[in-house]
Structures are given as structure tokens and as C-alpha cells.
């Protein structure tokens, strides 16, 4: 009786892993300049921020989201910062918003033309679909084994994983947003003779900034929720003391550390959803 499991099996996993090593070989260079080039900008924001004392750093962050945002989320801010400040996880903090901010910017960097384009290409849009789908679905540590291979274990791997993971709402929504523009405003455009430089820079992505902006508001979440998958590969930050919380069953640090991610994320996401909310009222 004839089975699938008859036919002679594809040696897929074989071919990836000699794939893997294939790369590391030939571009092992480069990856390390990725690797030096990232842990650098990281270590820089963290040393950055370090220099400014707790309290100061408190009052400078909740005086900048109250010129962006709400009064009430400033004073969450200061709160929560003080918080964090007082169960003693300043430095772990620190290091997980270089982490996510790092994450953010390069998603954002690379996200952001590559919807501009992919709204542009119906080619490009068909090639990075089913990408995109990729990235979302694989399950998040599986993201973690070829960036070990190639920038070993630390900060970069983290940063790796959490671009692949984030990156994709950013490309997402942009291409939504752009191809969102009423069709009328295309035509007029067109009907005045306007570039297509000129149509997308001064009609599409100012119409799209809410839209695009909502993506971003995504990835930051995204990024900050590879936190503690990224402690599994050396990332430092408040994922590491959950990781360790776990592995060593300690409760009251887990609960303490997940708060202070939990009050980290509120933070973020109010920020920019209401960064997003005045942008919107500018266009309209």
C-alpha cells in the first residue's frame, strides 16, 4: 500500500543548516560588522542615558511626553519611572529601551521604503507578501538559531530577531496607507502634472502618516515583547531578569520585572498613539 511516508524523505533540514554555514563562511566579515556597528549604537544609548542621573532622567522624559502627549501620561511616566527607579531595575530598563529603540529604528529605516515601494511595484508588493507572512507566522525563536550563528550570543542576536519580528507591521501599513489615498487626489495630482516624486512625497505619504504611524506604534510593541526571548540569547535588560526569575521560580522578582515592562509598553504605546491622533488632526 502506497504512503507519503514511502517516498523518499527531502533532506530540507540538511540543506538549511549547510546553507547557514555557507553564509557564515563567505560573509563572516560582514556579519561582524553588523555585529560591532549595532552592539556600538546600543552600548552608546545605554551609556548615554546612564551618564544622567535617575531622578533628572525621570523628569526629562516625563517633560517630553507632556510637549508631545497628554498631561496624564506624563505624570504616568514620572510615576512609573519612579517606580522602576525605586524596585531597582534603572540599569535593566535602560538597557531594553536601547534595545527596542534600536530595534524601532532599524525596522523603521528599512520598513518604511520598502512599502514606499512595494505601494509603488504590484511586483515588489507580490515578492514581499508572502515574506512578510513568513516573518509573522515563524514562531520567534526559531529567528534566534541563525543569529546565534552568525553574531554569537549578546545584545545582537536580540536586535536581530526583534527587527525580523517587528519590521513587518511598519512595511504593512505603509503600503496600506499610501494605496489608502483617495483615488480623486491621484488624478488631480496627475491632471496637474505633478512627478511621481512629487505626487508621493507632498499627496501620499502626508495623507498615509496616520496609518504608517499606526505600523510603527506595532512594531515598537512588537519589539517589546521580544524582550524576554532575546534574554535567551544574552540580550541584557529587564528580559533577563525574567528569564532568571523563571529558571530559579522566583516569583515576587518575575512579578516585580513584568511590571516594570508593563509600565515601560503603556508608556510607548500612549506616546505614539497620540503622536499619531495630532498628526491626524493636522491632515485633516
Known sequence: M???SSLPRIPLADWIDQFVDWLTVSFGGVFNGIASGVESFVDAIVQGLGFVPPVMLTVIFAALVWLISKRGIALFTLIGFFIIDYLGYWDAMLQTLALVVTSVLISVIIGIPVGIWGSQKK????????????????????????????????????????????????????????QQVPEDLIEATEAFGSTTSQRLFKVQLPLATKTILAGINQSIMLA?????????????????????????????????????????AIVLDRVTQNIKLKKSRGNA
Open 224 to 264: 517589546l515583547s521580544m524582550v524576554v526571548i532575546a534574554s535567551m540569547v544574552g540580550a541584557p535588560g529587564l528580559g533577563e531578569e525574567v528569564y532568571r526569575a523563571v529558571t530559579q521560580l522566583q516569583t515576587g522578582t518575575g512579578v516585580e520585572t513584568g511590571l516594570a515592562i508593563v509600565i515601560i
Open 123 to 178: 511586483t515588489v508588493r507580490r515578492v514581499v507578501t508572502p515574506i512578510l507572512d513568513l516573518m509573522q507566522t515563524m514562531p520567534a525563536f526559531v529567528y534566534l538559531l541563525p543569529a546565534i550563528f552568525f553574531f554569537n550570543i549578546g545584545v545582537v542576536p536580540g536586535v536581530v530577531a526583534s527587527v525580523i519580528f517587528a519590521m513587518p507591521p511598519t512595511i504593512r501599513m505603509t503600503i496600506l496607507g499610501i
Open 2 to 4: 502506497f504512503t507519503l
